[in-house]
């Protein structure tokens, strides 16, 4: 079954580093997302990407953060300055359409520990 | 905004009796879908509404859409430990193409 994969599982920083958060959605895929989940909350979602730019996003999604699809296969969240509060889970999913029934398909998540 | 809220936060229960997580959304939602989150895992598909009163059925899951469309309910008959996680439902307002996560229940099942 066609995968999302994300890199890197588990990135430890310092507070105003910058970092940078990959996936490989489904190949056959047009619509991109990430979503965080602080630790035993609910996922949150921070922003939608379709044909090269952003469809949608929350407030979360503020200045310090940039998405990127370098090239036909990476999708990339970029956090400029790191906070502690940014520690949280990332997924990055994936859907073939972008209506209302459009079904996300998950990557495993990178776990980001801002000290 | 949007908000999506789930009762209860958590529940244990034995092996075999039934658990069910309500939803409730502030606005009238154009679909529901129910995601299964296991612990340290991600947010997984298990179905999605779309009619009114919609009730759909996968083996021990039933799910319903209100009438209204701004709730939903997840019934599991007979639990099972493999049933223990998270569940989320989400949903989509309008023409909006985020999805809204709930806030989401946590199942937890000991024999």
């Known amino acids: 079954e066609p995968e999302v994969t994300q890199t890197p599982s588990h990135q430890v920083t310092q507070m105003g580093q910058e970092v940078i958060l990959r996936c490989v959605p489904i190949s056959n895929h047009l619509y991109f997302y990430w979503y965080r989940q602080i630790l035993g909350q609910k996922v949150e979602f921070l922003v939608s990407f379709y044909n090269n730019e952003i469809s949608e996003k929350s407030e979360i999604f503020d200045d310090q953060f940039s998405v990127e699809r370098p090239d036909g296969s990476n999708f990339t969240l970029k956090i400029r300055s790191t906070k502690l509060e940014d520690s949280a889970m990332y997924f990055c999913?994936?859907?073939?359409?972008?209506?209302?029934?459009?079904?996300?398909?998950f990557g495993a998540g990178s776990r980001l520990t801002v000290l | 905004g949007q908000q999506v809220m789930q009762i209860p936060q958590y529940q244990h229960v034995q092996e075999g009796e039934d658990f069910t997580t309500y939803c409730n959304s502030s606005?009238?939602?154009?679909?529901i879908q129910w995601y299964k989150q296991r612990p340290g895992g991600h947010p997984v598909f298990l179905i999605q509404?779309?009619?009114?009163?919609e009730v759909k059925k996968q083996k021990r899951l039933t799910f319903q859409f209100g009438e209204a469309k701004k709730n939903s309910s997840l019934h599991i008959t007979a639990t099972q430990t493999t049933d223990v996680g998270t569940y989320f439902c989400?949903?989509?307002?309008?023409?909006?193409?985020?999805?809204?996560f709930g806030t989401g229940t946590r199942l937890q099942v000991t024999l």
């Open positions: 989400a949903g989509r307002g309008g023409t909006a193409s985020k999805l809204t």
């Open positions: 509404l779309v009619k009114s009163g």
């Open positions: 999913a994936s859907s073939a359409s972008g209506t209302g029934a459009n079904v996300l398909t």
């Open positions: 606005t009238t939602l154009s679909n």
